[in-house]
């Protein structure tokens, strides 16, 4: 089996920082594609960011200039840093990670149980 734990959320007041964590175990080949999406009350889910395994990373617009995320391929874990959060970063963060489990195994797609971060004075 395979388990995303993340760790990190809470409450934070607009302009401050958090970050976030999210740890892979079970059984794992190799681990390609590492992101955190979010999902506000009432909206899709949406990508936040996301990074593969050779440190290339993608943002969305949204985020650009506030949050970066990072991986630390030996633990297997993604971190997302997030500074000048705003009320609109308001959700429910998760984790999501695509991997083989096995060297014959198809690339398969895990998803975290995800952390709540709200933004608010």
Do not use: H
């Amino acid at each position: 089996q395979v388990q995303l734990v993340e760790s990190g959320g809470g409450l934070v007041q607009p302009g401050g920082s958090l970050r976030l964590s999210c740890a892979a175990s079970g059984t794992i080949f190799r681990i390609n594609t590492m992101g955190w999406y979010r999902q506000a009350p009432g909206k899709q889910r949406e990508l936040v960011a996301r990074i593969s395994s050779g440190g290339t990373t993608n943002y969305s617009d949204s985020v650009k200039g506030r949050f970066t995320i990072s991986r630390d391929n030996a633990k297997k874990t993604v971190y997302l840093q997030m500074s000048s959060l705003k009320p609109e970063d308001t959700a429910v963060y998760s984790c999501n990670a695509n991997l083989y489990r096995t060297t014959y195994d198809a690339l398969r797609s895990f998803w975290g149980q995800g952390t709540q971060v709200t933004v608010s004075s």
